[in-house]
T-cell receptor
Framework: KAGVTQTPRYLIKTRGQQVTLSCSPI?????VSWYQQTPGQGLQFLFE???????NKGNFPGRFSGRQFSNSRSEMNVSTLELGDSALYLC????????????????FGPGTRLTVL | DAKTTQPPSMDCAEGRAANLPCNHS???????VYWYRQIHSQGPQYIIH???NNETNEMASLIITEDRKSSTLILPHATLRDTAVYYC????????????????FGQGTELSVKP
């Protein structure tokens, strides 16, 4: 099975611009989560989507948004970019079974490295 | 905040076992222990997880103490390619329809495997 794919892998933007990042989950996985990794703050949870609905949200400003499509692919958008948004953005997918409870292991993609100048 | 405590760094000789400790003294009965590793600038890689019993897979073994307040990840024969940051995470088992997607990462342990 192919793993989680993220596009683009590298991106350079300037302050004030907006950016859209894409994530394709592992085939059959229904949940997609997004994380931001910076040297200062480490790995931080942004949000999770399941069945096209945002299920969980981290402590980030409203400039960070996302969506999920019916095929489980997800995009995240950052508007009005700031220098501090420079980071590695990681997407993770999980199966989310259809019954009972699940420990629901998350599998990560390679990330998108965003640089804001 | 992360619910786990790990040493910031460790060294291991190539070919020897690497034993990475993790303290999770406030773990709840329905929380699992997960381990991931991240090789520089790549996405975190899932290694193993467990609830109470010791677990083993092709990558590693996970030893959880009886009181579940700590655990150890064992890489039986470390290689240079095992050099990475290793994260120990506790995570609640969640109903499918509920909020189960959030992983809270701490600072992890930077493992250096030396020739």
């Amino acid at each position: 099975k192919a793993g989680v794919t993220q596009t683009p892998r590298y991106l350079i933007k300037t302050r004030g611009q907006q950016v859209t990042l894409s994530c394709s989950p592992i085939s059959g996985h229904r949940s997609v989560s997004w994380y931001q990794q910076t040297p200062g703050q480490g790995l931080q949870f942004l949000f999770e989507y399941f069945s096209e609905t945002q299920r969980n949200k981290g402590n980030f400003p409203g400039r960070f948004s996302g969506r999920q499509f019916s095929n489980s692919r997800s995009e995240m958008n950052v508007s009005t970019l700031e220098l501090g948004d420079s980071a590695l953005y990681l997407c993770a997918s999980s199966l989310k079974g259809t019954s009972g409870t699940s420990t629901d292991t998350q599998y990560f993609g390679p990330g998108t490295r965003l640089t804001v100048l | 905040d992360a619910k786990t405590t790990q040493p910031p760094s460790m060294d291991c000789a190539e070919g020897r076992a690497a034993n990475l400790p993790c303290n999770h003294s406030t773990i709840s009965g329905n929380e699992y222990v997960y381990w991931y590793r991240q090789i520089h600038s790549q996405g975190p890689q899932y290694i193993i997880h467990g609830l109470k019993n010791n677990e083993t897979n092709e990558m590693a073994s996970l030893i959880i103490t009886e009181d579940r307040k700590s655990s150890t990840l064992i890489l039986p024969h470390a290689t240079l390619r095992d050099t990475a940051v290793y994260y120990c995470i506790v995570r609640v088992e969640a109903p499918i329809s509920n909020q189960g997607g959030k992983l809270i990462f701490g600072q992890g342990t930077e493992l250096s495997v030396k020739p």
